[in-house]
């Protein structure tokens, strides 16, 4: 990628991370273009697709996660990084309103473009509570899928006026369903 491309690339997906935290997922490609000073022929190029656009802002996240977990299983106990790896993964989902929906239809889907991100990022959290459930910290009976539908649900509540002032106490308790002990 030429120098000037890759700036405008950069340029682009700061100015969109911004705005769709502000907006949400159905955030305006045309306000995003306006206000990373671009045609929205260039937001295009780059971003041919709204999935396009909203991969490249969760891969960076979903990385981290999957990195997070690694870090996890290193360093705490199992059950500790199991809750440590769902809070994270929820205040990911919910750092993009709206992102939620596409993130359980896209690891649905192979074709989607948030597929791959989504399938490694789940893949990391099935790992932190396979550990979990090998250490006897967690119920056996939870799969990695159960996880991260647990996990979308708790960051789609936190989207939501009414429920959000109950997210935390919320989590707390799915976190206690999970956990044995």
């Keep these: 990628m030429r120098a000037d491309a890759k700036k405008n690339h950069d340029h682009l997906l700061v100015t969109a991370r911004a705005v769709v935290t502000e907006q949400g997922a159905d955030a305006s490609l045309r306000d995003i273009a306006r206000r990373a000073d671009v045609g929205l022929g260039t937001l295009y190029r780059h971003f041919p697709t709204r999935e396009a656009l909203l991969d490249a802002l969760l891969r960076e996240s979903f990385d981290e996660l999957r990195t997070k977990a690694d870090e996890l299983e290193r360093s705490t106990s199992p059950a500790d990084a199991l809750v440590t790896w ?10 993009y309103r709206g992102v939620v929906a596409l993130m359980v239809a896209a690891i ?5 473009g948030l597929h791959a991100s989504c399938v490694a990022m789940k893949a990391a959290g099935t790992r932190v509570l396979t550990r979990a459930q090998a250490e006897g910290k967690a119920r056996p009976d939870i799969e990695g899928t ?9 960051a789609w509540l936190s989207d939501q006026p009414s429920s959000a002032p109950r997210a935390d106490r919320l989590f ?3 976190a206690s369903a999970i956990l044995t002990t």
């Design 146 to 154: 159960d996880l991260f539908a647990l996990g979308a649900a708790l």
């Design 108 to 112: 649905e889907d192979p074709d989607s």
């Design 172 to 174: 707390s308790v799915i």
């Design 86 to 95: 769902l809070e994270d993964f929820v205040a990911c989902a919910h750092t």
